[in-house]
Nanobody, 125 residues
Framework: QVQLVESGGDSVQTGGSLRLSCSVS????????MAWFRQAPGKEREGVAS????????YYAGSVKGRFTISHDNAKNTVYLQMNSLKPEDTALYYC??????????????????WGQGTQVTVSS
């Protein structure tokens, strides 16, 4: 059974940084994608960043490109999201997701079937 556990969410001020972690277990795919999504109150969940674990290709939403970095530690089975220059509009519940074979975009909600419980990020002005 695939399990994902996020951590690292916190409250920071505008311009601050946070690093989110997502520990994954139970994945039997030989290659897979991991992604970070976020959902702000009253808004739909949106893709933030994704990484292909074998090739290391990364994908970012335009709103976070240049500020967020996704990475993966194979030895720890953990994916990270380094978030710099945070803005109030980055405030959301952040989820990680994993999928073995994507039928759609690496940042599409529908591409993933395994999800974590989320970690809250709050950015104050």
């Amino acid at each position: 059974q695939v399990q994902l556990v996020e951590s690292g969410g916190d409250s920071v001020q505008t311009g601050g940084s946070l690093r989110l972690s997502c520990s994954v277990s139970g994945v039997t795919y030989k290659t897979f994608f991991m992604a970070w999504f976020r959902q702000a109150p009253g808004k739909e969940r949106e893709g933030v960043a994704s990484i292909s674990i074998d090739a290391g290709n990364t994908y970012y939403a335009g709103s976070v490109k240049g500020r967020f970095t996704i990475s993966h530690d194979n030895a720890k089975n953990t994916v990270y999201l380094q978030m710099n220059s945070l803005k109030p509009e980055d405030t959301a519940l952040y989820y990680c997701a994993v999928e073995g074979f994507l039928l759609g975009s690496p940042l599409a909600l529908s591409s993933y079937t395994h999800w974590g419980q989320g970690t809250q990020v709050t950015v104050s002005s």
